[in-house]
């Protein structure tokens, strides 16, 4: 927030940001592709995931009313807190209402998959932090990124509702915002290929982002390329390339 707004009663603006995380991999034989998922399953248990949104509640200032978590058979997580914002303090009576709408949430939902046609490997991160009053969850963009392995990363940013300043004027958004990007570190941004497409008079944002940097031994679960063939090398890395776009794109390359 650049300057602190003058309101009418409470702010009652819901600002919803929603990440879907991805991280590809190949793995060559059912064993391995099994290995893989039950790897990025202990990596990211809902008890991993507890500890990084836990941190994350701190850096945006909130604390936690409620938690749940549970890890599913045979795979993926769910984390889903209910955070309140700190600076609204303990409700007194005649205060109820903006100690309610002071509550927001956060949620997890990891998902391990793979097809074995294609021996690749996806392990995709759902998160959605919904945030009300004068907490923001843009703050919070590079401690997540620097949370998770991302190859891509696809970022929806919503301002909701209206509050009135003391005078009655509603206001709509109560922080400026030209993109997502904005609110990245630089060096976050040069290791990434990224495009937006934001809706301004809806105040809603959206960011892609496509790692640059390929690097065959980064995508290989439990193998060596310089075990394999140079043929067989450059057509595993033509189908991860080809994943990774399609999952950038949305939509299926032929």
Same mark, same amino acid.
């Not at 939902?109 to 074995?116: C, I, K, S, V």
């Not at 004027?169 to 609110?183: A, E, G, N, T, V």
């Given at each position: 927030?650049?300057?602190?707004?003058?309101?009418?009663?409470?702010?009652?603006?819901?600002?919803?940001?929603?990440?879907?995380?991805?991280?590809?991999?190949?793995?060559?034989?059912?064993?391995?592709?099994?290995?893989?998922?039950?790897?990025?399953?202990?990596?990211?248990?809902?008890?991993?995931?507890?500890?990084?949104?836990?941190?994350?509640?701190?850096?945006?200032?909130?604390?936690?009313?409620?938690?749940?978590?549970?890890?599913?058979?045979?795979?993926?997580?769910?984390? =889903?807190?209910? !955070?309140?914002?700190?600076?609204?303090?303990?409700?007194? #009576?005649?205060?109820? &209402?903006?100690?309610? *709408? +002071? %509550?927001?949430?956060?949620?997890?939902?990891?998902?391990?998959?793979?097809?074995?046609?294609?021996?690749?490997?996806?392990?995709?991160?759902?998160?959605?932090?919904?945030?009300?009053?004068?907490?923001?969850?843009?703050?919070?963009?590079?401690?997540?990124?620097?949370?998770?392995?991302?190859?891509?990363?696809?970022?929806?940013?919503?301002?909701?509702?209206? =509050?009135?300043? !003391?005078?009655?004027?509603?206001?709509?958004?109560?922080? #400026?915002?030209?993109? &997502?990007?904005?609110? *990245? +570190? %630089?060096?976050?941004?040069?290791?990434?290929?990224?495009?937006?497409?934001?809706?301004?008079?809806?105040?809603?944002?959206?960011?892609?982002?496509?790692?640059?940097?390929?690097?065959?031994?980064?995508?290989?679960?439990?193998?060596?390329?310089?075990?394999?063939?140079?043929?067989?090398?450059?057509?595993?890395?033509?189908?991860?390339?080809?994943?990774?776009?399609?999952?950038?794109?949305?939509?299926?390359?032929?």
């Amino acid at each position: 927030m650049e300057k602190k707004l003058k309101l009418h009663g409470f702010n009652n603006l819901t600002k919803s940001l929603s990440f879907n995380l991805y991280d590809i991999c190949y793995a060559k034989t059912p064993r391995e592709q099994k290995n893989y998922i039950e790897y990025v399953d202990s990596q990211y248990n809902s008890d991993r995931i507890t500890g990084i949104m836990s941190e994350l509640t701190q850096q945006i200032g909130a604390k936690v009313i409620s938690l749940s978590k549970q890890d599913y058979d045979p795979q993926g997580a769910s984390v =889903t807190f209910l !955070i309140s914002d700190n600076a609204a303090g303990p409700s007194r #009576r005649g205060e109820d &209402i903006a100690a309610h *709408l +002071d %509550k927001s949430h956060i949620t997890v939902h990891t998902y391990p998959e793979y097809h074995p046609d294609t021996c690749i490997a996806t392990f995709r991160v759902d998160i959605d932090v919904a945030t009300c009053g004068e907490i923001t969850p843009l703050s919070t963009l590079e401690y997540l990124i620097a949370s998770f392995s991302s190859d891509i990363i696809t970022m929806d940013y919503r301002v909701r509702g209206f =509050t009135r300043n !003391i005078v009655g004027k509603k206001l709509f958004i109560d922080h #400026r915002i030209s993109s &997502i990007q904005d609110y *990245l +570190d %630089k060096k976050t941004l040069a290791r990434y290929d990224a495009v937006d497409i934001n809706v301004y008079q809806a105040n809603i944002f959206h960011t892609r982002m496509l790692i640059k940097d390929f690097d065959l031994q980064n995508y290989l679960f439990q193998i060596d390329p310089n075990d394999l063939p140079e043929n067989e090398r450059a057509k595993i890395s033509s189908s991860l390339r080809r994943e990774m776009l399609e999952i950038y794109s949305g939509k299926n390359i032929y």
